[in-house]
């Protein structure tokens, strides 16, 4: 029992941390106890998170607390060692299977304190005194427990692996280095271990630096997560408030329309309700005189007739019908085709100004975008439906294939007119507004033709450069012919020397102000990329030819551009 007892008293004292009596014990924030050394060496590993933890009940605390000596408990330890009662050592003192055991002790093997570089030894606390009483092992290096000490011993010498051989990158020992290392770049293992725990602090110094700058990225991010979300609710609270706004002057037009019909009803209802008075007094009197004079009629004394005749034969004035015109069911009509135009014209603002509105939305910028797409597959992640608006072709190109091809022809169109169209160059632009990020791919035949994107605000009449894409600040193009391609923009010619291709693909990053275009065939070449600001949503455009001759005209008539069908 007193062993017992000895064994529950030195459990009670003992450090958690490293399983032997407490030395200068402190007591921690959650009541745990620990040697001061023991619990200084374990928050020193904390530092870097600035979080500090109970390495029993893992409570933290925050910032590191103030470690203080506990008298009392010092005292209560010494006098435990003074009893000799720590003799008998506790069960958990003793080496387990996954601890590395004495080498010296015999029978039950204590768990080892130390290990030896140079002994190949791993000795328990009794064993090791000697090591650190006796000068003639001032120079042995100890280390944490080991297993792996048998793995310094060369297999082939039995000598132990002190050297490096950095031409063959691994540890030999002395022996080795005479033998098959022979002429080999070796230098002491102390030395390689000097040369990369150099290169390990600079690598750690470079992590470091990198966890600073991506912690320093992350709150750029999450500033700007807040600072969009702000944005977007005050948005959502402004537009919420326009709409509120329109709705209700929509409804005061509709509650005004409303009460002014009801009110000119009223007016018209009355007037032609008095008018219909009026004709039933006058029918009720022409009866009554129709009946007199019926009366009259079957008069057998004539005296008495041509008496009576000339005052029933009088007739009142007859109430003025002319200004009755009756419209069936048209009274109100040009009330409900005004609404009806007033709709329409609404509904055309709002699509004209929704792009706008949309594009606004999507042109958030945040610090990191998503990288530009590299095989064709990528790309096609990003494919539109795009097809061409008959408003803006020239009269020349007839449009087939659902408005997705265009081929120039030498007899002109019988379009209407309309002040959206290309007048004298073989143009044409898409129905769909591009923005975000787009790609399509355009297939074309014959020999020259012109693919674009371009503002909607691009002159359209006249055979000057503010029509013609490439040559102007709204249009950037790309014209292909079998000889060569050539990147225009504000009238500026780049040479390309990418592969010719009767198939080019282009992608449109709106937002990041990316515009590309690629030479299609079984792999991708990139031709030409742009990097700038676009400030309004872009049309895909294509012309049949790229010159201002007649003769080029003539050759180009029957050539085709067809937006392909990608999905």
């Known amino acids: 029992m007193a062993q017992r007892g000895a064994q529950l008293d030195r459990e009670t004292f003992s450090c958690s941390i490293c399983l032997d009596l407490l030395k200068d014990p402190v007591t921690i924030p959650c009541g745990h106890s620990y040697c001061m050394s023991c619990i200084k060496g374990f ?18 605390f925050t910032p590191r607390p103030v470690l203080v000596k506990s008298t009392m408990l010092a005292d209560l330890v010494e006098q435990l060692r003074k009893t000799g009662l720590q003799a008998a050592p506790a069960d958990h003192c003793y ?27 791993s000795y328990c606390e009794k ?23 048998q793995e310094n011993i060369c297999s082939r010498h039995d000598e132990v692996m002190k050297m490096f051989c950095r031409t063959d990158q691994q ?36 992590i470091q630096q990198r966890i600073q700058d991506r912690e320093k990225d992350v709150k750029l991010l999450q500033q700007e997560v807040e600072a969009v979300s702000r944005s977007a609710d005050k948005a959502v609270e402004n537009s919420e408030k326009i709409f509120t706004e329109l709705i209700h002057l929509i409804q005061k037009r509709s509650s005004d329309v409303k009460q002014q019909i009801r009110s000119q009803q009223e007016t018209e209802v009355s007037r032609v309700k008095e008018l219909q008075e009026k004709l039933e007094q006058e029918i009720t009197e022409l009866k009554r005189k129709d009946a007199e004079l019926k009366q009259l009629s079957h008069t057998e004394d004539h005296n008495q007739f041509l008496h009576n005749y000339p005052s029933l034969s009088q007739l009142s004035e007859p109430t003025d019908s002319s200004n009755i015109n009756i419209r069936p069911l048209r009274y109100f009509e040009d009330v409900t085709a005004a609404v009806s135009e007033l709709r ?21 910028n945040v610090l990191l975008s998503e990288p530009e797409p590299k095989t064709r597959a990528e790309f096609l992640k990003y494919s539109c439906e795009i097809t061409l608006d ?18 120039y022809m030498s007899q002109h169109q019988s379009y209407s007119s309309h002040p959206d169209r290309f007048t004298d160059w073989g143009q044409v632009l898409s129905r769909e507004s591009l923005t975000g990020r787009c790609y399509w791919e355009v297939k074309w035949t014959g020999r020259s033709v012109c693919v674009a994107v371009a503002y909607k605000n691009i002159s359209r009449e006249g055979r000057f450069d503010e029509c013609l894409f490439g040559h102007n600040d709204k249009s950037w193009a790309i014209s292909c012919d079998t000889n060569s391609h050539n990147f225009w923009f504000n009238s500026v010619s780049t040479p390309i020397s990418g592969p010719q291709s009767s198939r080019v693909g282009v992608y449109l990053d709106h937002s990041a102000g990316i515009l590309s275009f690629y030479s299609v065939s079984e792999t991708m070449t990139l031709l030409h990329r742009v990097q700038t600001t676009f400030t309004q949503p872009l049309y895909a455009g294509v012309r049949s030819y790229s010159s201002s001759s007649v003769w ?13 069908k990608l999905k």
């Open 43 to 60: 928050w020193d590993e904390e530092d870097e998170k600035k979080i500090y933890s109970c390495p029993q009940c893992r409570q933290t």
């Open 95 to 121: 080496a387990g299977p996954e601890d590395v055991a004495c080498d010296v002790c015999t029978g039950r093997k204590m768990k080892a304190l130390k290990s030896c570089l140079v002994c190949l030894i």
């Open 127 to 149: 064993h090791l005194q000697l090591h650190i009483e006796s000068a003639a092992f001032e120079k042995h290096k100890l280390v944490d427990p080991s297993k792996k000490l």
């Open 171 to 206: 540890i030999i020992c002395y022996l080795c280095s005479v033998d098959e290392h022979k002429g080999h770049d070796t230098v002491s293992a102390a030395a390689e271990r000097t040369e990369r725990q150099r290169e390990l602090e600079v690598s750690r110094q470079n």
């Open 344 to 364: 329409d014209q609404l509904q055309d603002i709002l699509r004209e100004k929704w792009t706008n509105i949309s594009l606004t939305g999507t042109e958030v």
């Open 390 to 407: 008959p408003n803006t072709a020239n009269t020349q190109l007839l449009l087939s294939k659902g408005n997705r091809k265009a081929t």
């Open 552 to 564: 080029a005209a003539i050759l180009s008539i029957g050539s085709t551009i067809e937006l392909c």
